[in-house]
C-alpha cells in the first residue's frame, strides 16, 4: 500500500485519509510531496488526488453559496414597481397642472396690464387735448370757467375729446366731429391726425356760427347736434 493510491482512498472523506496516513500503512508518493506547498498545512501527509479534490469541493461549496446568496437577494416585486411608476407619473401630472396655472395666471396678468396700460394712454390723450383746448379758447376770449364747461361738455359728447374718433355712419371726424372732416384741411393737411389743427377748426366754427361755446351747446341740448 505504501506508495500507492488505490482509486478507493480518493473516494474516502479527507478525515479517513488523514487517520489512514497517520497509521503508517499508506504514504502519500515523493511526487505528491512537491505539491505541499499547495496543500493545506493538516494533510501533508495525505495522498495524490486528495487535496485536489479537496480544493474541487471547496470551490463548489463557495460557488454554491454564492449562488445560493445571489438568489436570495432581495429584489423589488413587480407591484411595488408599479406603485412607483403610478406615483412618478402623478408627481408629473401635479407639476404639469403647476406650470399651466402658472402660465395662466401670467396670461391674464399680462392682459390686465394691457388694458390698464391703453386706459392710462387713452386718459392722458384726453387730457392733453383737453389742455390744448383750454389754452386756445382763452385765445378766443373764453377764458371764463363757464365757457370752458360748456365747450368741455360738447366735445365730451361729440367725440370723449378724441381726435381719431370718427363716425363710421357719417364720417364726420375728430375732435369737433367735422362734417365731412375735409373741412379741417383749410387750418393744416394734418387735421387727421392732429388735435391741435381740429380745435382750432372747431373753435372757429362755433364762433362763427353760435357765437360762444354756451351757445353751441345750448343748441345740442335742443336738438342733439351742432
Not at 503508517?24 to 505539491?35: M, V
Not at 454564492?66 to 436570495?72: G, W
Not at 386718459?123 to 383746448?133: D, F, H, L, Y
Amino acid at each position: 500500500m505504501i506508495g500507492t493510491c488505490p482509486s478507493w482512498i480518493s473516494r474516502l472523506p479527507v478525515a479517513a485519509v488523514a487517520a489512514l496516513a497517520a497509521t503508517g500503512l499508506w504514504s502519500a508518493p515523493a511526487a505528491a510531496e512537491s505539491d505541499a506547498v499547495s496543500r493545506p498545512s493538516g494533510l501533508d501527509a495525505a495522498a495524490g488526488t486528495v487535496p485536489q479534490i479537496h480544493r474541487i469541493h471547496r470551490v463548489h461549496r463557495v460557488g454554491r453559496t454564492a449562488e445560493v446568496h445571489r438568489l436570495a437577494r432581495p429584489g423589488k416585486a413587480p407591484e411595488a414597481q408599479v406603485i412607483q411608476k403610478v406615483q412618478k407619473l402623478r408627481t408629473l401630472k401635479k407639476a404639469v397642472k403647476t406650470v399651466e396655472s402658472v402660465k395662466a395666471v401670467k396670461a391674464v396678468k399680462s392682459v390686465k396690464l394691457s388694458r390698464q396700460s391703453r386706459k392710462l394712454r387713452s386718459a392722458s390723450r384726453v387730457e392733453r387735448n383737453k389742455q390744448i383746448g383750454l389754452d386756445l379758447a382763452a385765445d378766443f376770449g373764453w377764458d371764463g370757467r363757464r365757457q370752458w364747461r360748456c365747450l368741455e361738455r360738447l366735445w365730451s359728447r361729440e367725440s370723449g375729446w378724441n381726435h381719431l374718433a370718427r363716425n363710421p355712419s357719417s364720417g364726420a371726424h375728430g375732435i369737433p366731429q367735422a362734417l365731412p372732416g375735409s373741412k379741417m384741411g383749410g387750418i393744416s393737411a394734418d387735421w387727421r391726425t392732429n388735435p391741435e389743427t381740429q380745435i382750432k377748426w372747431g373753435l372757429r366754427y362755433i364762433k362763427g356760427r353760435y357765437g360762444t361755446p354756451c351757445g353751441a351747446w345750448a343748441h345740442f341740448g335742443a336738438s342733439g347736434w351742432y
